[in-house]
């Protein structure tokens, strides 16, 4: 099991522009199997895979299955998502997933603004907001 980075850089986009859902109840909120299916008939493989922190290098990459650790229900990033991976995957040993997890509650619970976040290191500077002028 290793860290998808992909997926990682997209939570911290929704994270960084507020699209999270704080007070979900992530048994209720989670994407069904059918809501799955009807996303990847949609998107692909690709865009699927960046909802998920983990690839599971033993599976094949066009199954459900090499995906794993969701966090969001392919609209928003869910607070209650990252704090269900964040303990599975500390539980399993799969450490590099839960700092992940941790690092993106983190954010979420400090209610960084767009500018702070943009300035974190932990945050790719490709894309952070220009602050400059006060546009995004």
Not at 53 to 62: Q, R
Not at 78 to 103: C, F, G, T, V
């Amino acid at each position: 099991m290793k860290l998808n980075k992909k997926a990682f850089e997209h939570a911290q986009s929704l994270v960084r522009n507020g699209e999270v859902a704080k007070d979900s109840d992530w048994s209720e909120a989670q994407p069904s199997p059918a809501d799955e299916n009807q996303f990847l008939e949609k998107h692909g493989w690709d865009e699927y895979a960046t909802w998920f922190l983990a690839i599971d290098t033993d599976e094949n990459e066009e199954t459900k299955g090499h995906y794993n650790y969701p966090f969001g229900d392919f609209d928003v990033a869910h607070r209650s998502a990252l704090i269900a991976a964040k303990q599975r995957a500390s539980e399993y040993d799969h450490l590099a997933i839960a700092n992940a997890a941790d690092e993106l509650l983190e954010h979420i619970d400090k209610g960084f603004d767009a500018v702070n976040m943009a300035s974190d290191q932990s945050f790719p500077a490709s894309d952070p907001p220009n602050w400059r002028d006060g546009t995004e």
